[in-house]
Nanobody, 123 residues
Framework: QVQLVESGGGLVQAGGSLRLSCAAS????????MGWFRQAPGKEREFVAA????????YYADFVKGRFTISRDNAKNTVYLQMNSLKPEDTAVYYC????????????????WGQGTQVTVSS
């Protein structure tokens, strides 16, 4: 079955950087769009970024444009989220997800999810 395993989360000071990774198995990786979502305590899960199967198309939530970069290495079955200029409001559990449906930004379009990795940004 499909497995998505996130890593790279942690505690960082405001203004710092982290790179999240999501290793995928059990799927033809290059055929799937990959997305990153996040959920802060007491809030709904929200879209962060997505990338097409080839990596040629990317989409970002407005609140991360210019700070976060999504990328993928299809040879390694891995998608990344480079997060720069982190803010305390970026604190959340970050999830990666896989979709066979274009490059969606809605979580309902993603069928497979990782377990999440915690990102905490201190002020």
């Amino acid at each position: 079955q499909v497995q998505l395993v996130e890593s790279g989360g942690g505690l960082v000071q405001a203004g710092g950087s982290l790179r999240l990774s999501c290793a995928a198995s059990g799927l033809t990786f290059g055929s799937y769009a990959m997305g990153w979502f996040r959920q802060a305590p007491g809030k709904e899960r929200e879209f962060v970024a997505a990338i097409s199967g080839s990596g040629g198309n990317t989409y970002y939530a407005d609140f991360v444009k210019g700070r976060f970069t999504i990328s993928r290495d299809n040879a390694k079955n891995t998608v990344y989220l480079q997060m720069n200029s982190l803010k305390p409001e970026d604190t959340a559990v970050y999830y990666c997800a896989a979709s066979f449906l274009g490059v969606p930004t809605r979580d309902s379009s993603y069928g497979d999810w990782g377990q999440g990795t915690q990102v905490t940004v201190s002020s």
